[in-house]
């Protein structure tokens, strides 16, 4: 049986997130937790909040104990991009992006 919990429109770019789920998967959930726990990245907050969604869903809709459950993958997907622009010289302009994530947690019964 698969779980699945989402985060969408995360403030954080993909590419600093991706490092940090690549750890998760594989692990069980309890494992998963610490991990994310003791980490001092703003992705690992972020992802630790998607899996504790994940393990509530788990918990409530499915009726099971999230004991029996391992992480299969933690897919991060690019999210739409804010466009901000940082003046320079001689009237011009730089563009910025603030970009954003979209997080999903997959949990799978052992």
Known sequence: ????????????????????????????????????????????RLVGKTLKSAIANVENNAK???????????????????KRYWSRSRGMARPILKRSSHIQVVLVND
């Open 1 to 44: 049986m698969k779980i699945i919990a989402e985060s969408k429109y995360v403030r954080i770019s993909p590419s600093k997130v991706v490092p940090f789920a690549r750890l998760l998967k594989g692990l069980s959930v309890a494992d998963a937790l610490k991990l994310t726990q003791f980490s001092n990245k703003k992705a690992a």
């Open 64 to 82: 099971l104990s999230a004991d029996k459950f391992r992480v299969e993958h933690v897919l991060v997907g690019q999210g739409p991009s804010s």
